[in-house]
């Protein structure tokens, strides 16, 4: 069965983030001990914008590893900056990408029971990050967005555990599968129709597949890739 493990956990609070000070707890930090995820992600940690983020369908964000030296290779003149945490991310994987998470899965780690819920949709608040106008968009076209977990059953997850894969409901959907259906062949209507008809998918997504086989387009995503004002 997949298996990954944990290298990092970290949590952060809400500081003020970009041109216009919006509050944001992207730059997470480490955490040495072990930490009590519960239905809403991990004790300490927070969000900035709860009507977009946190929540029972986005409790621990993910990201891999193996993405960093990629980040690196393709810009040298940031490759600084590309380590782990750079994501905001709460938990740091090693030995697994999206490529090896299917929608669905539930995963043991630790004495908690999570489970993939979304792939992240990356917003402007990377372009800040990172210092470019198109980071978010990067992201976006790369598919290295990482995920989204769901605690089903809430625990102590602590760096250094492994996590064993304990249920695959939904195989025809990795999240590479996913990324393509958003933003490749967004107009796939056999896609959107079963995409759409997934057992506890995120009322966004659901409701995002449907308006595109409704009106034959796809939404803008300008507001949410677009820096709103200059990066200084």
Not at 45 to 61: F, T
Not at 90 to 109: K, M, P, S
Not at 115 to 139: H, T, Y
Not at 163 to 188: I, K
Request: charged share 25%.
């Amino acid at each position: 069965m997949p298996e990954f493990h944990v290298t990092e956990l970290r949590i952060g609070q809400p500081r003020p983030f970009g041109p216009r000070g919006e509050p944001s707890a992207i730059d997470r930090q480490p955490v040495a001990g072990a930490l009590f995820a519960g239905r809403t992600g991990f004790d300490g940690d927070a969000v900035g914008d709860p009507a977009r983020h946190g929540g029972p369908d986005k409790a621990i964000h993910a990201y891999p590893v193996a993405h960093l030296a990629a980040w690196a290779r393709d810009l040298p003149d940031l490759a600084a900056r590309f380590r782990p945490g750079a994501f905001g991310e709460n938990i740091v994987v090693e030995g697994a990408t999206e490529a090896d998470f299917c929608l669905g899965d539930r995963w043991l780690l630790g004495g908690a029971l999570l489970e993939v819920s979304q792939s992240r949709q990356p917003c402007w608040k990377l372009n800040i990050r990172f210092g470019l106008p198109d980071m978010a968009r990067r992201v976006q076209v790369t598919g290295r967005t990482g995920w989204y977990f769901r605690v089903i059953e809430p625990g102590i997850i602590a760096a250094g555990d492994k996590a064993r894969l304990a249920h695959r409901p939904q195989a025809r959907w990795p999240l590479t599968r996913v990324a393509r259906l958003l933003y490749g062949a967004q107009l796939d209507r056999a896609s959107l129709e079963e995409f759409a008809d997934l057992r506890d998918l995120p009322a966004r997504w659901r409701d995002l597949a449907l308006a595109r086989l409704a009106s034959g387009r796809v939404e803008d995503w300008r507001t949410r890739l677009d820096t709103p004002g200059p990066i200084s």
